[in-house]
């Protein structure tokens, strides 16, 4: 099978690499008036039954701060370094997730996708169905992240994070933690100081009922896929609607981004145009993309690898 890049003209490739701020703050205006909308859904509801499905569709739109997380963990969100800094850190601190820990995390991920023995993002619980549940039911994932950030201040790291945390970053770990736990003490004293549970309603309780949306979003970018190195067909690309495509900024095109991590977001429809034809994993939306995955838990074992669920 061709390599990525020989299937895109040159001309193509470099204009399609171009990095912008107009998309990622189209974007980001968009996603955040959505968060706003939903958020005062989640206020008027209070003490209505109500509350609970407005929390839920909330949550949905919070946990996709994933989607611009991710993004500019690569740096390509926006032209603007300290536009993609700036980002980073806010998402980073509404999600829970360490900046440079998932960075190098990430990276190691990219290098070595989808090898069990290199590859620290590598879910093999989706192996059988009784796995699939577990870490759809996002349990894995919270346990691992309030272990993280409960072990980083004091410099402590499993042996999967020291394989990608090199010994000059991880004094930059400890310090990220640290000033994270600052911010969320802040928020504490700050909501018990004026007797607020804004924090709760708007942001905590509805971010961890809708974790499981993402966790089965982050299932179909590799789950039941090839264990080969050839991106075009060890990641799988979601044809999906509209606006589930525009609220995870183009992710659903997974196989394209694994293919050719230069290209930002806001091009990968695009480069679609160029791949799609050669994606030996392509679904139609992630309700069909579910039954292929559990449909092949009964063919596959699990693989031995470097954790049991996926980290972040």
């Known amino acids: 099978m061709p390599s990525p890049r020989s299937l895109v003209p040159k001309d193509r490739l470099r204009t399609l690499a171009q990095r912008r701020d107009g998309p990622g703050l189209v974007f980001l205006a968009t996603h955040a008036a959505t968060l706003i909308l939903t958020g005062s859904l989640v206020w008027l509801g209070l003490g209505t039954f109500w ?106 790291f499993t042996d999967v994070e020291k394989a990608f945390i090199p010994p000059s970053q991880r004094a930059r770990v400890q310090r990220e933690a640290r000033i994270m736990w600052a ?57 999906t609607l509209r606006p589930i495509q525009w609220l995870n900024w183009n992710m659903a095109f997974h196989a394209e981004h694994h293919s050719l991590p230069a290209v930002p977001f806001h091009a990968l429809p695009a480069l679609h145009a160029h791949l799609g034809p050669h994606l030996a994993e392509l679904e139609q939306g992630y309700g069909r993309t579910q039954v292929t995955i559990l449909g092949r838990t009964r063919q596959r074992r699990a693989p031995k690898s470097l954790t049991s669920e996926q980290q972040f």
């Open 183 to 239: 911010v969320y003490a802040a928020i504490a004293l700050l909501s018990l100081a004026t007797g607020s549970l804004a924090a709760l309603w708007l942001w905590l309780i509805p971010r961890v009922i809708a974790e499981p949306v993402m966790r089965v979003i982050r299932l179909s970018e590799h789950g039941a896929c090839p264990l080969v190195p050839d991106m075009l067909k060890n990641t799988r690309t979601v044809l």
């Open 51 to 156: 509350l609970w499905p407005a929390l839920f569709l909330h949550g949905v739109v919070i946990v996709h701060l994933f989607a611009p997380f991710h993004e500019t963990a690569h740096s390509s969100a926006f032209k603007s370094r300290r536009l993609n800094e700036a980002v980073y850190w806010a998402t980073s601190l509404i999600l829970g997730l360490p900046p440079t820990h998932f960075r190098l995390e990430h990276a190691a991920h990219h290098a070595h996708t989808s090898d069990p023995e290199h590859d620290p993002e590598m879910i093999t619980a989706g192996n059988t169905a009784p796995g699939y549940l577990w870490y759809a039911s996002s349990l894995p994932y919270f346990y691992y992240l309030l272990s993280s950030l409960l072990r980083h201040p004091f410099g402590a």
